[in-house]
């Protein structure tokens, strides 16, 4: 299975920026695919979460209401729009997918830089 992301950047403070993953290779049907991140000097947190099964979306109260995950056009494929970003934004996004039966198969991409600042 390789994770694959994109869309990281600079962008100013209360700007906008999509983030896309997707993970070729995996073949099991029901699956949670989120967005973590991490800050320099900081754990890596969880912001938002797609579940496939029920078309559902979990996000952390750091960035709700500014953050959007859906389900992208490709097979067990994501977008993550995020709106007014603010310095704090500012991480090394990841990108993971499991297997909701069984967390062991669980993949990560390599992550992708987001700079929000003037």
């Known amino acids: 299975v390789q994770v694959v992301e994109s869309g990281g950047g600079l962008v100013q403070p209360g700007g906008s920026l999509s983030l896309y993953c997707e993970a070729e290779g995996f073949t099991f049907s029901s699956y949670a695919q989120s967005w973590y991140r991490q800050a320099p000097g900081k754990g890596r947190e969880l912001i938002a979460t797609?579940?496939?099964?029920?078309?559902?979306?979990i996000y952390a109260n750091s960035v709700k209401g500014r953050v959007a995950i859906s389900r992208a056009n490709a097979k067990n494929s994501v977008l993550l729009q995020m709106n007014n970003l603010k310095p704090e934004d500012t991480a090394v996004y990841y990108c993971?997918?499991?297997?909701?039966?069984?967390?062991?198969?669980?993949?990560w991409g390599q992550g992708t830089q987001v700079t929000v600042s003037t």
């Open positions: 797609y579940i496939n099964v029920n078309d559902s979306s």
């Open positions: 993971n997918i499991r297997w909701l039966s069984d967390n062991t198969y669980s993949y």
